[in-house]
Structures are given as C-alpha cells and as structure tokens.
C-alpha cells in the first residue's frame, strides 16, 4: 500500500472525516456502550472539532492513497493547569487517530501519530499527548509501540 500523509482539504474531506468519526463511534461502542451511534453524532462531532482545531492551533492530517482518504489524526494545542511548571504546560493533544479497518497494520496509524508529533516539534511543544480508552487495548498497545507511556488515569463510578 502507497499512501502519503497531508492536510485536510475542506470540503472535500469532510464526508471522509465524518465516516472517520462514525467508525471510531461504532468501533469503541463495542467496549464502551456510552458511544452514539445515531445518525446526528458524526455532523456534531466534527463541528466540535473544526471550532477546537480553529481555536486551538490544531492540524486535521489525512492519510491519503491514491486519493482517498483512508484515515485521519487530529491535532490540538492544550494547556496543562498553572501548577505544572510553565515549561511544560502547552502541549500538543492527538484528539482523533482513525484508520479505515483495511488499512490497519500497514503504518498508517503510526504515519498520522508522526505527523502530529512533527507538528508539536514544529510548534517547539516538548510533548504530546492522547487518551486511549482503559478496554481498547489494540489502541493502547500501537502507542506504547509509539513511545507513548501512561501518564494519568481517570476513575469512574457509576451510580
């Protein structure tokens, strides 16, 4: 497979983008049934997003082969709270990693999580971050493959 990672063309990626979103929804619904899977999720999702990516110095990456869009990482730029060290407070944040089920364990994952990570270097961030799901464990072993370690955890109780 030959494919090329670039930026997202708007319109002409947002139907990709929104069937990006739609499969992680369905793929994560699996193991996290809070997920929605109705028809308006994908549309206002990605609305959330392009106002966060405008906002937040963020970047949308497209993998592309042979001009289709077969997966996508979104990049923001976040901020830790004033009791981190002021060094280390902005960071960069992969807020969506997809790729299309066919196109999995072919590099391009890890071609999107490069870009992003060329994107906080360019940006002089010193690093970046992304939450993973507890029960997704495919996700978290392809960014412990990355470098990517466990930093924090969040604790739910439902009541």
């Not at 002021?86 to 870009?115: H, K, W």
Request: contains cysteine; charged residues 25%; proline residues 3%.
């Amino acid at each position: 497979m030959s494919f090329r990672i670039r930026d997202m063309n708007i319109p002409e990626d947002e139907a990709a983008a929104l069937s990006f979103i739609m499969g992680s929804q369905q793929y994560e619904h699996a193991f996290e049934p809070n997920r929605r899977l109705d028809p308006a999720v994908a549309e206002e999702q990605y609305a959330a997003l392009a106002k966060k990516v405008e906002s937040n110095q963020g970047r949308i990456f497209i993998a592309d082969e042979n001009g289709s869009a077969i997966g996508w990482a979104v990049f923001l730029v976040e901020q830790n709270p004033v009791f981190v060290v002021e060094e280390q407070r902005s960071y960069g944040y992969i807020t969506e990693l997809y790729v299309n089920e066919n196109a999995r364990s072919l590099g391009v994952g890890r071609a999107l999580i490069a870009a992003c990570e060329d994107e906080a270097h360019r940006l002089g961030l010193g690093h970046i971050m992304l939450g993973v799901l507890t029960a997704n464990k495919r996700a978290a072993e392809i960014y412990a493959r990355a470098g990517y370690l466990p930093y924090a955890s969040e604790l739910r109780k439902h009541l």
